[in-house]
């Protein structure tokens, strides 16, 4: 419109003149692609590549190493903004009372985002949980060296978890300048085809992001990972889908490197556990020694706490890992001789009443199949156990011991040597391992989704007379493959059997009867 009110031109024309223009910048972007679809120095990708979570690992483990104090500084910012799928800047302006802690996470709350200038959006936790299994990108263990390394002062350093004035342009630096070019780094990035200048700080963000959401076939919903990232999603979808915490632990247990296809998803973090007073008063007086500045906070005294159980827990790794003069073992907890022997009788990652949020229903089943292989395995080798003293010759007669029936007399008559009661205990315990094993199989097949199976299980109470399996006389029904007789009324004691068995009957029939497969009758 200015070039209408400059040299006074019709609107009318004005609209045909903007028509041409339109069609010329369309002709121009197409030329302009085309040739760059030729050109062998053009960038295919726009901005920053993101960070591949193999180079995440590799940064973290070289941060760990190092014997320069900024960069264990480095590495914490890092993997809080990395878990946290958060802006450098966002991460810098983090404060104490921004955290918080509760059940089996930890909890942070970012007051200013891009795209919520005003403070406008409801203000919701991003959970960020403890990896366990993968030490050197745990964030709890990256906080407790941190806070063993520079130390918990929350009222000098204005209650900033990174003290300072430029925190952000201080870890770029690190990152871009320090890091990258080292020479471990650049080795990993050439094998996974990268270059320095391929990454910034922005890529971590990426990275987290595309990792969550494409790292696993079995990854959190799309929604979640924009909620927790601060994306926007459209009119409706910020309307309507909403932050759940549930979805939102799913994407922390995902963040921090869990396996998704393990039971280990579900783990829980270390802590010390209590059983009494006295513990308590042990385990205070050590943290009244290493952290003098907590004390009346009681929330950041919980923060300290759990992120101190994870360097006890992690002790070996860090002494296997890290250089034997780091700085870390010159602070006050790996100098005082009884500290860490003290604190490792009372830490634990059993649950003691706390739950494993975040987790996923197959997870769940993981769990129960790995107590199984636990299980069978012991059956296993008390089996061998049991044929390698049954191969043993008697002292009496040299016999094999599994050759005898019950008692087995000596050649004077004189002796008998009893194995029948070895024999029975061993059956007893053999009852007992394939009961617990069957109770957990039942339990499994009761989680399943086949429709057949369930209906079965629903019908096993109902009145013989409503079954819809039941019938006062045989009849047979046919399908499409072969004819299958229906059982008559009373054959199968349906209300006595577990869950495997009717799930073996209804998809293998029952052997004793000849009966077929009862997920061929129809109507079922």
């Given at each position: 419109?200015?070039?209408?009110?400059?040299?006074?031109?019709?609107?009318?024309?004005?609209?045909?003149?903007?028509?041409?223009?339109?069609?010329?910048?369309?002709?121009?972007?197409?030329?302009?692609?085309?040739?760059?679809?030729?050109?062998?120095?053009?960038?295919?990708?726009?901005?920053?590549?993101?960070?591949?979570?193999?180079?995440?690992?590799?940064?973290?483990?070289?941060?760990?190493?190092?014997?320069?104090?900024?960069?264990?500084?480095?590495?914490?910012?890092?993997?809080?903004?990395?878990?946290?799928?958060?802006?450098?800047?966002?991460?810098?302006?983090?404060?104490?009372?921004?955290?918080?802690?509760?059940?089996?996470?930890?909890?942070?709350?970012?007051?200013?985002?891009?795209?919520?200038?005003?403070?406008?959006?409801?203000?919701?936790?991003?959970?960020?949980?403890?990896?366990?299994?993968?030490?050197?990108?745990?964030?709890?263990?990256?906080?407790?060296?941190?806070?063993?390394?520079?130390?918990?002062?929350?009222?000098?350093?204005?209650?900033?978890?990174f003290p300072g004035t430029s925190q952000y342009e201080r870890f770029r630096k690190l990152f871009s300048q320090r890091l990258l070019n080292d020479r471990d780094v650049l080795t990993a990035l050439e094998n996974n085809g990268l270059h320095v200048g391929d990454l910034g700080t922005h890529s971590i963000r990426?990275?987290?992001?595309?990792?969550?959401?494409?790292?696993?076939?079995?990854?959190?919903?799309?929604?979640?990972?924009?909620?927790?990232?601060?994306?926007?999603?459209?009119?409706?979808?910020?309307?309507?889908?909403?932050?759940?915490?549930?979805?939102?632990?799913?994407?922390?247990?995902?963040?921090?490197?869990?396996?998704?296809?393990?039971?280990?998803?579900?783990?829980?973090?270390?802590?010390?556990?209590?059983?009494?007073?006295?513990?308590?008063?042990?385990?205070?007086?050590?943290?009244?020694?290493?952290?003098?500045?907590?004390?009346?906070?009681?929330?950041?005294?919980?923060?300290?706490?759990?992120?101190?159980?994870?360097?006890?827990?992690?002790?070996?790794?860090?002494?296997?890992?890290?250089?034997?003069?780091?700085?870390?073992?010159?602070?006050?907890?790996?100098?005082?001789?009884?500290?860490?022997?003290?604190?490792?009788?009372?830490?634990?990652?059993?649950?003691?009443?706390?739950?494993?949020?975040?987790?996923?229903?197959?997870?769940?089943?993981?769990?129960?199949?790995?107590?199984?292989?636990?299980e069978m395995a012991k059956i296993k080798g008390m089996i061998q156990k049991q044929k390698e003293q049954s191969r043993m010759p008697c002292q009496r007669c040299h016999r094999p011991v599994g050759a005898h029936d019950g008692t087995v007399t000596s050649v004077s008559g004189s002796t008998t040597v009893e194995t029948s009661g070895r024999h029975e205990d061993s059956m007893g315990i053999f009852h007992q391992m394939f009961v617990i094993v069957n109770d957990k199989?039942?339990?499994?097949?009761?989680?399943?989704?086949?429709?057949?199976?369930?209906?079965?299980?629903?019908?096993?109470?109902?009145?013989?007379?409503?079954?819809?399996?039941?019938?006062?006389?045989?009849?047979?029904?046919?399908?499409?493959?072969?004819?299958?007789?229906?059982?008559?009324?009373?054959?199968?004691?349906?209300?006595?059997?577990?869950?495997?068995?009717?799930?073996?009957?209804?998809?293998?029939?029952?052997?004793?009867?000849?009966?077929?497969?009862?997920?061929?009758?129809?109507?079922?």
């Amino acid at each position: 419109m200015y070039i209408v009110h400059l040299y006074d031109v019709p609107v009318k024309e004005f609209h045909e003149i903007e028509q041409v223009l339109t069609n010329h910048f369309v002709g121009l972007k197409k030329k302009c692609n085309r040739q760059a679809a030729k050109d062998r120095s053009v960038k295919v990708t726009v901005g920053k590549d993101p960070l591949p979570f193999t180079i995440y690992q590799v940064l973290a483990k070289e941060m760990l190493c190092k014997m320069d104090r900024e960069f264990i500084w480095g590495r914490t910012f890092m993997i809080i903004s990395w878990n946290l799928m958060s802006r450098s800047s966002n991460t810098a302006g983090l404060l104490y009372n921004h955290m918080d802690f509760a059940n089996d996470a930890f909890q942070f709350y970012i007051i200013h985002q891009k795209n919520d200038q005003a403070g406008d959006k409801a203000r919701d936790p991003k959970h960020v949980y403890a990896n366990t299994t993968n030490p050197s990108i745990c964030p709890i263990l990256s906080l407790g060296i941190y806070w063993l390394m520079f130390p918990v002062d929350h009222s000098t350093s204005g209650g900033r978890l990174f003290p300072g004035t430029s925190q952000y342009e201080r870890f770029r630096k690190l990152f871009s300048q320090r890091l990258l070019n080292d020479r471990d780094v650049l080795t990993a990035l050439e094998n996974n085809g990268l270059h320095v200048g391929d990454l910034g700080t922005h890529s971590i963000r990426k990275g987290s992001a595309t990792y969550t959401s494409s790292g696993t076939t079995s990854g959190p919903s799309i929604s979640a990972i924009s909620l927790r990232a601060g994306w926007k999603m459209g009119t409706i979808h910020d309307t309507y889908l909403r932050y759940e915490a549930a979805a939102d632990q799913q994407v922390g247990r995902k963040c921090c490197g869990l396996p998704t296809d393990k039971p280990e998803f579900a783990a829980l973090p270390p802590m010390f556990w209590c059983e009494n007073s006295e513990t308590r008063k042990e385990i205070n007086a050590i943290m009244d020694q290493l952290y003098p500045c907590i004390q009346g906070n009681a929330r950041l005294r919980r923060l300290v706490e759990q992120s101190l159980a994870s360097v006890i827990y992690h002790e070996k790794f860090l002494r296997e890992t890290m250089p034997t003069n780091h700085p870390l073992f010159q602070t006050e907890l790996f100098i005082h001789e009884g500290f860490i022997a003290t604190l490792k009788k009372f830490v634990t990652t059993e649950a003691h009443g706390r739950v494993a949020t975040g987790i996923t229903s197959h997870t769940c089943l993981l769990k129960e199949m790995a107590e199984i292989k636990v299980e069978m395995a012991k059956i296993k080798g008390m089996i061998q156990k049991q044929k390698e003293q049954s191969r043993m010759p008697c002292q009496r007669c040299h016999r094999p011991v599994g050759a005898h029936d019950g008692t087995v007399t000596s050649v004077s008559g004189s002796t008998t040597v009893e194995t029948s009661g070895r024999h029975e205990d061993s059956m007893g315990i053999f009852h007992q391992m394939f009961v617990i094993v069957n109770d957990k199989v039942d339990t499994i097949l009761a989680r399943s989704q086949d429709i057949g199976a369930r209906r079965l299980v629903n019908n096993l109470n109902r009145d013989e007379e409503n079954d819809v399996l039941g019938s006062s006389q045989g009849q047979v029904v046919s399908n499409s493959r072969n004819a299958t007789t229906k059982p008559q009324k009373g054959t199968f004691p349906w209300a006595q059997m577990t869950t495997r068995c009717a799930y073996m009957v209804y998809h293998f029939g029952h052997a004793d009867t000849r009966k077929g497969p009862f997920k061929r009758l129809r109507g079922i």
